[in-house]
């Protein structure tokens, strides 16, 4: 099925490093929304993004709704290592496809101490 | 507040042999029920969703079934395994298909040998 184009597909930094990724797609959406899923977990929510050019933070974690509706990033400042895992954003079209939500492949997210 | 919980957590099955994994929701009456599979830590493939008791679709042509028995209830299945349906299958909730976030369970991680 369609999906979200997601990057970078993995990041290693060093702890205090700001993260930035991203998800780009060629239909209009008008949800986004940002998971992190931890090993042998489920995804749990984030952010959710429903209005073009929308900026939402939660605690360290900042996402934008693009002002096209066909992207959403996803900043992380100051990171942890806490903050290792995997993080994909999901999107909801703005017509068709039932409202279903579409899934990036995910961005692999480790942190050094 | 809304649960999802998901069982069992880990389940090690023979080629051939049958399957059942179970998920409820709590807090909340008539929710949209999905079972997602996640192959190798990464891509979460919508399996199915149901908006109510006994409204089941299918997104792809696979080895499994699902079924509602119950308003809160949600149930993949299978009468014979094979080795490609091991994963990690994930049980998630919304309110609504169309707008809204999605939850996930804690996910059930299954190997066929």
């Known amino acids: 099925g369609q999906q979200l184009n997601q990057s970078p597909q993995s990041m290693f930094i060093q702890e205090g490093e700001d993260v930035s990724m991203n998800c780009t797609s060629s239909s209009i959406f008008n949800t986004w929304l940002w998971y992190k899923q931890e090993p042998g977990e489920g995804p749990v929510l984030l952010i959710a993004l429903y209005k073009a050019g929308e900026l939402t933070s939660n605690g360290r974690l900042t996402a934008q709704f693009g002002i096209t509706r066909k992207d959403s990033f996803l900043n992380i400042s100051a990171s942890i290592p806490s903050d290792v895992g995997i993080y994909f954003c999901a999107g909801r079209r703005l017509s068709g496809n039932t409202g279903k939500l579409i899934f990036g492949q995910g961005t692999t997210l480790q942190v050094k101490p | 507040s809304q649960t999802i919980h998901q069982w069992p957590a880990t389940l090690v099955q023979p080629v051939g042999s049958p399957l059942s994994l179970e998920c409820t929701v709590e807090?909340?009456?008539?929710?949209?029920l999905y079972w997602y599979r996640q192959a190798a830590g990464r891509g979460l493939q919508l399996l199915f969703y149901?908006?109510?008791?006994?409204?089941i679709s299918s997104e792809v042509p696979q080895n499994l079934s699902a079924s509602r028995p119950q308003d809160r209830q949600f149930i993949l299945s299978s009468k014979k395994l094979l080795l490609s349906d091991s994963g990690f299958y994930l049980c998630?909730?919304?309110?609504?298909?169309?707008?809204?976030?999605?939850?996930f369970g804690e996910g059930s991680r299954l190997t066929v040998l």
């Open positions: 149901s908006v109510g008791i006994g409204q």
């Open positions: 807090g909340t009456s008539n929710p949209n």
């Open positions: 998630a909730w919304s309110e609504s298909v169309n707008t809204g976030e999605l939850f």
